[in-house]
């Protein structure tokens, strides 16, 4: 695959995600290093367009819908509809620069019966007097090009009258605060992955079991009736177990005890480390457990292109918790302290030193689309593009299925059966 891709997240004042908007570049489009002019192939199958039709929405977003860019060639064909992306995943993201002629609203009008919503990227000229004002459910405000005072949420409180808002390029929760809980209005930038400075005094006691567990599988030998007597005090954990191990090898299971024995340390361990995460951020956004999984097995993934395989295994934990000072609420230092965690993987989420924080720099970049960075590392790290794009797309289809066998349903517990 020749391309970048990454989907960022769109927040409510509530920090649940509501949807995504696709990111992408061709790799032989970066570090201007290339030549400007578009071919007609280019211009009517986008990168972004092109791997949601290999792909599908479902991997990228979990189920939310996906906004992606679509240009004026793209609507003018039809793609969304000649490609059959489903329309009620689909928003269309056209850019206020758009020539508002007959053939591009009538292609506008197309979409709208068929269900698809279209987005304006910026304010649109005229607003209500513009004519795709009408077809427009989403206005896009990269709110970098305002001041962020009185006038600018007047304006968006009026504008969020009539359409949905989204507000980009967010840099703190500083920020995310001034601005939560404007009406009809979502909220994107990287905000939400913050690192706690104050935290709270007390962790939980569901978190403290979740720890406890996760400290006796950090060693390289465990014994495997003590984690089986841990997991069957807790009644989410055993489910969880259960469906997993009918997952990857459906038999009848005797007792928790007879589904570690049959998982062995190796397995027990890995699904262990993607449970107890999940657990730990019960009272967080979804998006914390997403990304935590995600830089877990992108890290580990590109262990091999970083000539790091030995590492694999510290890669994927630094990945995993990664968010431990958010999940937690304690600052980053304090958070390690309550899990067992190699030097190296301490190093690099507290020190921001040492061989595996160039990976975790690596996915900061690929992860906020910063691809002009992603470029000049791969030239420093001697990496391929196909491989970098193959270990993002592997670690996305990962978490889907991990989910999918884990069966984590947060927001009705109850309905969980063994």
């Not at 457990?289 to 580990?300: D, V």
């Not at 020190?351 to 924080?357: A, E, P, Q, T």
Request: charged share 25%.
């Amino acid at each position: 695959m020749n391309t970048f891709i990454v989907a960022i997240p769109f927040f409510d004042s509530d920090m649940s995600v509501l949807a995504y908007r696709l990111n992408s570049r061709r790799g032989n489009s970066l570090i201007g290093m290339m030549v400007e002019e578009m071919s007609m192939s280019d211009a009517v199958m986008s990168p972004g367009l092109d791997l949601v039709k290999s792909l599908g929405v479902e991997p990228l977003t979990g189920g939310s819908p996906l906004f992606v860019d679509i240009n004026e060639y793209q609507l003018l064909m039809r793609i969304p509809i000649v490609l059959d992306f489903p329309p009620d995943m689909f928003v269309c993201v056209l850019s206020k620069r758009l020539q508002t002629d007959d053939a591009v609203l009538d292609k506008c009008r197309e979409l709208k019966e068929l269900g698809f919503k279209i987005a304006c990227d910026g304010m649109p000229d005229g607003l209500s007097k513009n004519p795709m004002f009408d077809f427009i459910d989403y206005i896009i405000v990269d709110i970098r090009d305002f001041s962020i005072d009185e006038k600018f949420i007047a304006t968006i409180k009026a504008v969020a009258g009539l359409k949905q808002i989204v507000l980009s390029y967010i840099p703190d929760m500083a920020t995310f605060d001034s601005l939560s809980g404007l009406p009809n209005t979502l909220y994107c930038g990287s905000f939400f992955n913050q690192p706690i400075t104050k935290g709270a005094s007390k962790i939980s006691p569901i978190k403290i079991n979740a720890l406890t567990l996760l400290k006796r599988i950090s060693g390289e030998d465990f014994d495997l009736g003590d984690i089986a007597d841990t997991i069957g005090r807790d009644p989410s954990l055993s489910i969880s177990l259960l469906r997993f191990i009918n997952t990857v090898m459906p038999r009848k299971i005797e007792s928790i005890r007879n589904a570690v024995a049959i998982l062995g340390q190796k397995e027990v361990k890995r699904w262990a480390t993607a449970a107890i995460s999940i657990q730990l951020a019960d009272d967080k956004p979804n998006e914390i457990t997403k990304l935590s999984l995600i830089r877990a097995r992108f890290a580990e993934n590109l262990a091999g292109a970083f000539h790091m395989g030995v590492f694999a295994p510290s890669l994927f934990m630094m990945g995993l918790f990664s968010l431990l000072d958010v999940i937690l609420e304690r600052p980053m230092e304090e958070a390690v302290k309550e899990v067992a965690l190699d030097d190296s993987v301490r190093a690099a989420l507290v020190d921001k030193s040492g061989d595996l924080y160039k990976i975790m720099q690596f996915i900061h970049s690929y992860e906020h689309a910063n691809w002009d960075e992603i470029a000049m590392q791969m030239v420093t790290h001697n990496l391929e593009l196909e491989e970098v794009t193959t270990a993002f797309v592997d670690a996305l289809v990962w978490y889907k299925a991990l989910l999918d066998a884990i069966e984590v349903d947060e927001e009705n517990p109850d309905a969980k059966e063994s």
